[in-house]
């Protein structure tokens, strides 16, 4: 390999190290420094709370979906749980580091998975809420989704719930896209950038931490986007980009990967030609 690839590849790496010593200060330190830390905030359960799931994919939505249900008394947060077709690989938001934020968040991850045969894929998803109502008496199912997906008419999760007998309680919908990301921020949470794409961001972007810096390089994409592109969603709502929290108000810890350079995707479905999208290197 060429030694300028080498040493481009060696300070991609570098910067990602550094963004998550920014994320963890006590990186590396003694566990008696990390004894230190506050205790994850407990959660606030009324006398009737509902069990409720969060749909999991590990990013900044669903964990501030996660949040706001935690403060809600009406609501006890039993589990998370990802939906996941059993062929998928999580490039955006890998199953490792799920696992990993489940551990720090004393939450078990539960996994539904959606047949690669499957005649429905909305009836693998009903089924699924199903199984999580009878077997563990879950009657609410939360998500960070903020906006209509494509040529849906509804929204997703509140669709299938519906025909699961689950209720969806959707704290982000149609919420501000800048308020969301300022909530984040004030409330500490630890987030890096696990998904980019042209032309609004580069490789730089991945392993960066969202912080006001960088909220404030995006509302620039917002006010004047590139070239022959759509003005930049702050929410990343068009797949813009992904995220992975590795720390927040309710982590016992730090989730610290190991990060390696930026990988490069081509040929993915939906890609157009031209566009390079880059994810997390794990």
Known sequence: MPSRMVEALRRREEAA?????????????????RRHRAAPEAQALGSEAEKCVISWTGGKDCNLALLIAWRDPSLDVVALVVFRPEDAEFKAHPLTLMEAQAGSLGLPLLHVTIPCDTPSYKQSYVRGMRQLREERGVTVIATGD?????????????????????????P???SDREANLRRLIDEKFGIVFSCVKSPWFDASWIGRCVDEAALAEMQ???ESPPADAKPLDLGGER??????CVDGPLYARTVTPAIRP?????GQPGQKEGEQWWTIGM
Not at 17 to 33: C, I, K, M, Y
Not at 147 to 168: F, H, K, S, T, Y
């Open 17 to 33: 190290r550094t963004a998550l010593q920014e994320v963890d200060p006590d990186a590396g330190h003694s566990s008696q420094r």
């Open 146 to 170: 903020m906006d209509l997906v494509g040529d849906m008419a509804r929204n997703w999760i509140e669709e299938c719930g519906e025909e699961a007998g689950m209720r969806a309680f959707l």
């Open 172 to 174: 982000l919908w149609q």
């Open 220 to 222: 620039a994409m917002v």
């Open 239 to 244: 797949g813009e980009y992904h995220t992975m």
């Open 262 to 266: 930026p990988r490069e995707l081509l």
